[in-house]
Each structure stands twice: as C-alpha cells, then as structure tokens.
C-alpha cells in the first residue's frame, strides 16, 4: 500500500483467499484492505496515538440517514454525553479532495450537527471548525487534542 502523510503506525495483517485485511481496532474484526480503508485505518491511529481519544468514543463506518437517504459515514469522533465531536471523511489516496468533497460531509454534517470536520485521501488533509452561527466553516490547522 502506498505511504501515507501520516506517522508510522503498526497494523495487523491477515491474508485469506489472495485478499489482504487489516485489523480495525474500533470495529475488532479484519477489514478487506482497500485504499480507502488503509486511509481509514491511519486516521483511526491518529486519532488514538496522536490526538489521545479513547476507543470508546470512536465510531467507524456506520449508517445515517440524510434527507431520506441511507449515507455511511467514515468515522465519528463522540463526545462523552454522545453528541458528534468530529465527523471524519476518508477517500483514497487517488482520490482528489474537490468541493464536491466537502458538500458531501457538510450535507452529512447537517444531520450530525459535529463541531469538527476533517476530510483526507491519506496525502492531504483539511480540518475545519463550524461556524453553525453564520452556516460556514473555518479552516484549522489541527484537530483539537482529546481533554477527558
């Protein structure tokens, strides 16, 4: 898999059947490893290793449902009483981030009310913070760290 604009972090591989998996330490089960999903899984070890949030408060790949439609978000980041903190968009590395990217999670956004935004093929990464107040939002260079 190719190299990602992330730390080096250790996965656990399995190979079954000429496929390649990667255990998913929110999900507890072997995922088949697809460029997205690699993504996907740094972004889960930086939110754990880098950004200290707790396992518990880390969702993966789950169902919602926008203006009637079923949408699977990537992952959410929750706070303690169970409101959204940070919805995660993930694309693969050949995947370039548009606009288009970023009216699809701010779509997803209005349904899950999070007060962070970040969107990443693994290359690039765009974190935000929303301004629900003036319906926009505001570039960072970071996500905030996890404060228990």
């Known amino acids: 898999m190719q190299k990602l604009n992330f730390q080096l972090y250790n996965f656990r591989f399995k190979n079954s059947e000429n496929k390649v998996s990667i255990f998913d330490e929110i999900r507890k089960k072997f995922i088949i490893l697809t460029p997205e999903e690699w993504v996907r899984q740094h972004v889960v070890q930086f939110l754990l290793e880098e950004k200290k949030y707790p396992?518990?408060?880390?969702?993966?790949?789950?169902?919602?449902?926008?203006?009637?439609?079923?949408?699977?978000?990537?992952?959410?980041?929750?706070?303690?009483?169970?409101?959204?903190?940070?919805?995660?968009?993930?694309?693969?590395?050949e995947v370039k981030i548009a606009q288009a990217t970023f009216d699809q999670i701010a779509r997803y956004n209005m349904t899950m009310k999070s007060e962070f935004l970040m969107v990443t093929n693994g290359l690039n990464h765009y974190f935000c913070q929303m301004d629900f107040e003036n319906e926009k939002y505001v570039f960072l260079e970071n996500l905030p760290n996890y404060n228990s």
């Open 55 to 93: 396992k518990s408060l880390i969702n993966v790949e789950k169902v919602l449902k926008v203006n009637g439609l079923r949408k699977r978000y990537d992952v959410v980041v929750f706070n303690s009483d169970g409101s959204i903190f940070i919805l995660i968009e993930c694309k693969a590395p």
